[in-house]
């Protein structure tokens, strides 16, 4: 890319001067013909007059003005020749064509009063031809010619001009090469840099050499890949941490009750004539230790299914005021234990694209929790709504809540608020996980508000048509 900068702004640089430069070239060389032009002019139309004013064609031998047509067609190093107005050539300082006859266009027209000047530029030759015109003394009297004088003159030294110019124009674009070169070359160097730092970040951050983040300075652009890298790298980062805080937190959980029931068979076995009750009660105790290991195995493998793509889900149209009256009627007795009063509203009839087994599963732990974390003779309502694309189920509760720097840690695997509480009540800190991911898989949103010592209320929106 350097490399290509680098001729980007070469060609941006010598391009346009090669450009003025044969313009440059072009006008220089053609001011100069100009000039010429002019010049020759101007003596063609001093010789003319000359020739008529001492009215050459009564005299034709006239010595000065022969010596002065001489000393002009040597000066200019060029031809003359002098017409008269039968077209007859009276004089050329070539003497190659006098008293030969010249009838060309521009003499016929010089003769009614026309000059013409032509320029040959193949051979550098300029040809002139003037009138001239008939010697009168008395100058009211209309203007007549009467013959013609025809210079030629080859510009020998436009060559040398010429080759000068292009020289000189060759030198500066060179110059100019030379010049822009090292510039072209740092420029671009600086403009690639930012590229360059971003990509070495990139690569040291890869091979793992650093833990630093890629440096967001340069331009725009490279200011927002290092932020999408960075985002990228954090991200990457936490899902290694959580995968790591994940296994440590199964290793643990799964360990617990097994180290309960190994210390309660120790104690049975190490003991000598230990009475039948306190087998029994030690055999309780390692059955419920064993259900709960039972538990936190089921839930870990609903998780796991959760983890998997959306293509598991098993969509079926569904009556969702049906399936969440099923829920509260499985949840009514334990919250009956707890004199919790279970309120069903709905507000309309709805059915839904959904996963009946997942969203079950969810709306069963969103209800389970507002009964397991409430207080004696508490409430939950659980209602029901839809407009034409969502439906919205809300869980309230007035229970224990939850303190407002935790909320956002619930859903975390095996996060609990209060772990001897979520113990005690047989919870494994799984079961916000889950419904999350339900949720998730259906396109749709969990909220939660809450305030400590009044109460929970999760909403849960869902599309009624499942978006895949
Ligand atoms: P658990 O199995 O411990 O209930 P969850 O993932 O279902 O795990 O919930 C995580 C934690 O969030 C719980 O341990 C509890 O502290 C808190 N929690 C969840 N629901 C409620 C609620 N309705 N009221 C108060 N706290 C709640």
């Given at each position: 890319?350097?490399?290509?900068?680098?001729?980007?702004?070469?060609?941006?640089?010598?391009?346009?001067?090669?450009?003025?430069?044969?313009?440059?070239?072009?006008?220089?060389?053609?001011?100069?013909?100009?000039?010429?032009?002019?010049?020759?002019?101007?003596?063609?139309?001093?010789?003319?007059?000359?020739?008529?004013?001492?009215?050459?064609?009564?005299?034709?031998?006239?010595?000065?003005?022969?010596?002065?047509?001489?000393?002009?067609?040597?000066?200019?190093?060029?031809?003359?020749?002098?017409?008269?107005?039968?077209?007859?050539?009276?004089?050329?300082?070539?003497?190659?064509?006098?008293?030969?006859?010249?009838?060309?266009?521009?003499?016929?027209?010089?003769?009614?009063?026309?000059?013409?000047?032509?320029?040959?530029?193949?051979?550098?030759?300029?040809?002139?031809?003037?009138?001239?015109?008939?010697?009168?003394?008395?100058?009211?009297?209309?203007?007549?010619?009467?013959?013609?004088?025809?210079?030629?003159?080859?510009?020998?030294?436009?060559?040398?001009?010429?080759?000068?110019?292009?020289?000189?124009?060759?030198?500066l674009i060179v110059l100019e090469c030379v010049l822009l070169f090292p510039l072209a070359l740092i420029l671009s160097q600086k403009m690639v840099c930012p590229l360059r730092k971003v990509a070495d970040s990139i690569e040291q951050i890869s091979d793992g050499y650093t833990e630093e983040t890629v440096e967001e300075s340069g331009y725009a652009e490279t200011i927002l890949i290092a932020e999408a890298f960075n985002k990228?790298?954090?991200?990457?980062?936490?899902?290694?941490?959580?995968?790591?805080?994940?296994?440590?937190?199964?290793?643990?959980?799964?360990?617990?009750?097994?180290?309960?029931?190994?210390?309660?068979?120790?104690?049975?076995?190490?003991?000598?004539?230990?009475?039948?009750?306190?087998?029994?009660?030690?055999?309780?105790?390692?059955?419920?230790?064993?259900?709960?290991?039972?538990?936190?195995?089921?839930?870990?493998?609903?998780?796991?299914?959760?983890?998997?793509?959306?293509?598991?889900?098993?969509?079926?149209?569904?009556?969702?005021?049906?399936?969440?009256?099923?829920?509260?009627?499985?949840?009514?007795?334990?919250?009956?234990?707890?004199?919790?009063?279970?309120?069903?509203?709905?507000?309309?009839?709805?059915?839904?694209?959904?996963?009946?087994?997942?969203?079950?599963?969810?709306?069963?732990?969103?209800?389970?929790?507002?009964?397991?974390?409430?207080?004696?003779?508490?409430?939950?309502?659980?209602?029901?709504?839809?407009?034409?694309?969502?439906?919205?189920?809300?869980?309230?509760?007035?229970?224990?809540?939850?303190?407002?720097?935790?909320?956002?840690?619930?859903?975390?695997?095996?996060?609990?608020?209060?772990?001897?509480?979520?113990?005690?009540?047989?919870?494994?800190?799984?079961?916000?996980?889950?419904?999350?991911?339900?949720?998730?898989?259906?396109?749709?949103?969990?909220?939660?508000?809450?305030?400590?010592?009044?109460?929970?209320?999760?909403?849960?929106?869902?599309?009624?048509?499942?978006?895949?």
């Amino acid at each position: 890319m350097r490399w290509i900068l680098c001729a980007a702004f070469m060609c941006i640089g010598v391009i346009p001067a090669i450009a003025i430069g044969i313009g440059a070239y072009k006008t220089s060389v053609n001011s100069y013909i100009k000039q010429r032009e002019v010049e020759l002019t101007t003596y063609a139309s001093v010789l003319s007059k000359e020739l008529s004013n001492s009215a050459y064609f009564d005299n034709i031998s006239s010595q000065t003005i022969n010596s002065e047509i001489k000393l002009a067609s040597d000066m200019y190093n060029g031809r003359i020749i002098v017409v008269n107005k039968e077209y007859k050539i009276v004089k050329d300082t070539y003497y190659a064509s006098e008293n030969k006859y010249i009838v060309t266009e521009e003499i016929i027209k010089s003769l009614t009063g026309k000059r013409s000047s032509i320029y040959d530029s193949a051979n550098n030759f300029f040809e002139i031809i003037e009138p001239i015109e008939v010697y009168a003394k008395d100058s009211t009297k209309e203007t007549s010619y009467n013959g013609a004088v025809l210079m030629s003159f080859k510009i020998t030294d436009i060559v040398d001009y010429e080759k000068e110019q292009a020289r000189k124009i060759q030198l500066l674009i060179v110059l100019e090469c030379v010049l822009l070169f090292p510039l072209a070359l740092i420029l671009s160097q600086k403009m690639v840099c930012p590229l360059r730092k971003v990509a070495d970040s990139i690569e040291q951050i890869s091979d793992g050499y650093t833990e630093e983040t890629v440096e967001e300075s340069g331009y725009a652009e490279t200011i927002l890949i290092a932020e999408a890298f960075n985002k990228m790298v954090s991200k990457t980062k936490q899902l290694d941490l959580s995968r790591q805080e994940f296994v440590s937190n199964v290793s643990h959980e799964l360990k617990t009750p097994i180290t309960s029931i190994k210390v309660l068979a120790d104690s049975l076995t190490m003991q000598e004539n230990v009475p039948v009750e306190l087998y029994k009660e030690f055999l309780t105790d390692i059955a419920e230790e064993i259900d709960r290991e039972n538990k936190i195995i089921n839930d870990l493998l609903s998780l796991v299914k959760m983890d998997r793509t959306a293509a598991e889900l098993n969509i079926s149209q569904v009556n969702i005021n049906e399936l969440l009256e099923l829920i509260l009627k499985r949840l009514r007795p334990i919250a009956a234990k707890r004199n919790i009063e279970l309120v069903f509203e709905s507000f309309r009839p709805v059915i839904a694209e959904i996963d009946e087994v997942k969203l079950t599963l969810a709306f069963s732990n969103l209800v389970e929790n507002a009964i397991k974390y409430n207080i004696e003779s508490g409430w939950v309502r659980v209602s029901l709504n839809a407009d034409h694309k969502f439906f919205y189920v809300k869980v309230s509760d007035s229970g224990i809540g939850i303190p407002d720097d935790v909320q956002d840690r619930v859903f975390e695997r095996f996060y609990r608020v209060d772990k001897a509480r979520s113990r005690e009540t047989g919870g494994t800190g799984l079961g916000l996980s889950i419904t999350k991911n339900a949720i998730l898989m259906h396109k749709g949103v969990i909220k939660l508000y809450s305030k400590e010592n009044e109460g929970t209320t999760f909403t849960v929106r869902i599309p009624l048509t499942y978006i895949s």
